[in-house]
């Protein structure tokens, strides 16, 4: 049999088993280009494709090819390199081992958009930097104060305390000032820590007692950097504890950043002599970017992603989404899985079919039921599994996303969501969704695999 024979006989058993938005998806552009040495050569044209074939058909399609020709013992998949220049991949060949259990797409498609992990002594993600801070008239102040802390840490604005909304980059400025000290000054010691980390601390070494081995490992710290400090409310312990390090390092010219979702003065129950402290320095807010700037915001992001899209798909974007870097980001990311898995750029008339969410009223809801339908056919799982009470990692992960889609999409109460799945318990729901979300920053290639998820329950 000639590999375009053998491929189409392949094609044509396994369409008989998977579904068709399945088959459109992972099969469209796939070819066998060898069959030398009783292996089985199929070309993908991109990573979510290889994967998916890979982990997800791997046993179905060797299955049929050894079935069709006996001497094929062995089928290996890669990735056909389009002109589309999307990915920068550090495996040439693009072959992959192959994992068991579910596919998530990793490896590949998470070398195409460069994952970065969070270093575990300073705890700051190296991809928040200032050559991917777009400056405009929103953040100008904001920015040139960190400029300044980074010249000259603790002796300039001391503490500088940022604030904005949510979504507008106080966690991205105040993650560059701090790798930017690291890169600057290798002797000084850097930490970022969430405010609600820091609590965490407190709570857990008062109940260890190692309250004083705490109070130590923050009083050695040159820069210390605290985010959303508004969470530090009510928390009169963690307050109290956090006075002190702040005094500790403060008289040592050690420099303190701080942000939070409004100012100094309108954080609720702060203590007095805490606000103070955070008033005593320089406060700079970060506001809403105009439409030039997100533009500017958008282009800078495609180009991380290593893709470019026209000028009207851009200014289309950033007059959808006005108030929330994070979301122009995640309109973004909507378009960049399009094309990955189309090989071409979305023109305009895509981008608003993609986008139609965010620009229909937002009250237009889908049905649960159409959740929990395209994620059942998107894993090529039953329905009634996934509501059932299985517990294979295969059945076990769709349901932790459907729960989350149900919460994120259809703004379900969880013990709504707990009844659509069976009467689970509204515990079960909140920690599949918590779970997802935490996953969700840290895996690119879940948000890839969920954002496909959500293009198939807004489009179909
Ligand atoms: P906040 O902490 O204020 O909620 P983040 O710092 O987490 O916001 O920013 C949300 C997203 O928007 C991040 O991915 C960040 O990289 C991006 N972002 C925010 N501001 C900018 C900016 N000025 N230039 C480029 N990206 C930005
Ligand atoms: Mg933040």
Same mark, same amino acid.
């Given at each position: 049999?000639?590999?375009?024979?053998?491929?189409?006989?392949?094609?044509?058993?396994?369409?008989?088993?998977?579904?068709?938005?399945?088959?459109?998806?992972?099969?469209?552009?796939?070819?066998?280009?060898?069959?030398?040495?009783?292996?089985?050569?199929?070309?993908?044209?991109?990573?979510?494709?290889?994967?998916?074939?890979?982990?997800?058909?791997?046993k179905?399609?060797f299955?049929?090819?050894?079935?069709?020709?006996?001497?094929?013992?062995?089928?290996?998949?890669?990735?056909?390199?389009?002109?589309?220049?999307?990915?920068?991949?550090?495996?040439?060949?693009?072959?992959?081992?192959?994992?068991r259990?579910?596919?998530?797409?990793?490896?590949?498609?998470?070398?195409?958009?460069?994952?970065f992990?969070?270093?575990?002594?300073?705890?700051?993600?190296p991809?928040?930097?200032?050559?991917?801070?777009?400056v405009?008239?929103?953040?100008?102040?904001?920015?040139?104060?960190?400029?300044?802390?980074?010249?000259?840490?603790?002796?300039?604005?001391?503490?500088?305390?940022?604030?904005?909304?949510?979504g507008?980059?106080?966690?991205?400025?105040?993650?560059?000032?701090?790798?930017?000290?690291?890169?600057?000054?290798?002797?000084?010691t850097?930490?970022?820590?969430?405010?609600?980390?820091?609590?965490?601390?407190?709570?857990?070494?008062?109940?260890?007692?190692?309250?004083?081995?705490f109070?130590?490992?923050?009083?050695?710290?040159?820069?210390?950097?605290?985010?959303? =400090?508004?969470?530090?409310?009510?928390?009169?312990?963690?307050?109290?504890?956090?006075?002190?390090?702040f005094?500790?390092?403060?008289?040592?010219?050690?420099?303190?950043?701080?942000?939070?979702?409004?100012?100094?003065?309108?954080?609720?129950?702060?203590?007095?002599?805490?606000?103070?402290?955070?008033?005593?320095?320089?406060?700079?807010?970060?506001?809403?970017?105009?439409?030039?700037?997100?533009?500017?915001?958008?282009?800078?992001?495609?180009?991380?992603?290593?893709?470019?899209?026209?000028?009207?798909?851009?200014?289309?974007?950033?007059?959808? =989404?006005?108030?929330?870097?994070?979301?122009?980001?995640?309109?973004?990311?909507?378009?960049?899985?399009?094309?990955?898995?189309?090989?071409?750029?979305?023109?305009?008339?895509?981008?608003? =079919?993609?986008?139609?969410?965010?620009?229909?009223?937002?009250?237009?809801?889908?049905?649960?039921?159409?959740?929990?339908?395209?994620?059942?056919?998107?894993?090529?799982?039953?329905?009634?599994?996934?509501?059932?009470?299985?517990?294979?990692?295969?059945?076990?992960?769709?349901?932790?996303?459907?729960?989350?889609?149900?919460?994120?999409?259809?703004?379900?109460?969880?013990?709504?969501?707990?009844?659509?799945?069976?009467?689970?318990d509204?515990?079960?729901?909140?920690?599949?969704?918590?779970?997802?979300?935490?996953?969700?920053?840290?895996?690119?290639?879940?948000?890839?695999?969920?954002?496909?998820?959500?293009?198939?329950?807004?489009?179909?």
């Amino acid at each position: 049999m000639t590999n375009e024979e053998l491929w189409e006989s392949v094609l044509a058993q396994t369409q008989l088993n998977i579904s068709p938005a399945n088959f459109a998806t992972w099969f469209r552009g796939t070819k066998i280009t060898s069959q030398e040495n009783n292996q089985a050569i199929i070309s993908t044209p991109n990573s979510f494709a290889k994967e998916w074939l890979e982990q997800k058909y791997g046993k179905l399609i060797f299955k049929i090819i050894h079935s069709l020709d006996g001497n094929l013992r062995e089928v290996k998949y890669f990735i056909e390199k389009q002109n589309l220049k999307i990915s920068s991949l550090q495996n040439p060949s693009g072959f992959c081992r192959t994992r068991r259990g579910q596919p998530s797409l990793s490896e590949d498609a998470q070398l195409e958009f460069q994952e970065f992990k969070t270093d575990s002594e300073t705890n700051l993600n190296p991809r928040y930097t200032f050559e991917n801070f777009v400056v405009g008239s929103f953040n100008e102040l904001a920015n040139a104060a960190a400029q300044a802390v980074v010249k000259n840490p603790g002796f300039v604005y001391n503490p500088f305390f940022i604030y904005g909304v949510v979504g507008l980059g106080k966690t991205h400025l105040l993650e560059a000032i701090g790798n930017e000290v690291v890169k600057n000054f290798s002797k000084k010691t850097v930490r970022y820590v969430p405010s609600e980390k820091f609590t965490q601390g407190v709570v857990t070494s008062i109940r260890n007692h190692e309250m004083e081995s705490f109070k130590l490992k923050y009083r050695e710290i040159d820069v210390l950097i605290i985010d959303d =400090v508004q969470f530090l409310a009510g928390k009169e312990k963690t307050q109290e504890e956090f006075f002190h390090t702040f005094n500790a390092l403060y008289e040592k010219n050690k420099q303190i950043i701080l942000s939070s979702d409004r100012p100094p003065k309108a954080i609720p129950s702060l203590t007095e002599r805490l606000r103070s402290r955070f008033e005593g320095g320089m406060i700079a807010d970060i506001s809403l970017p105009d439409m030039e700037t997100r533009m500017a915001i958008l282009k800078t992001k495609a180009r991380e992603k290593g893709t470019d899209f026209s000028d009207e798909v851009y200014s289309f974007i950033a007059s959808v =989404v006005q108030r929330n870097i994070r979301e122009l980001e995640g309109a973004l990311n909507r378009l960049v899985v399009y094309q990955k898995i189309n090989n071409r750029a979305p023109d305009l008339g895509v981008a608003e =079919v993609l986008l139609r969410k965010i620009t229909v009223n937002a009250r237009k809801q889908v049905a649960p039921r159409k959740i929990l339908q395209v994620v059942a056919e998107f894993y090529d799982i039953k329905e009634r599994d996934l509501i059932a009470s299985s517990r294979k990692k295969e059945i076990v992960k769709p349901r932790q996303i459907a729960m989350y889609l149900l919460r994120e999409e259809f703004k379900g109460s969880y013990p709504f969501i707990g009844r659509k799945f069976g009467g689970k318990d509204h515990t079960t729901v909140i920690y599949s969704c918590e779970k997802i979300g935490k996953e969700l920053e840290l895996n690119k290639g879940l948000e890839e695999e969920i954002e496909l998820i959500k293009q198939r329950i807004y489009t179909s």
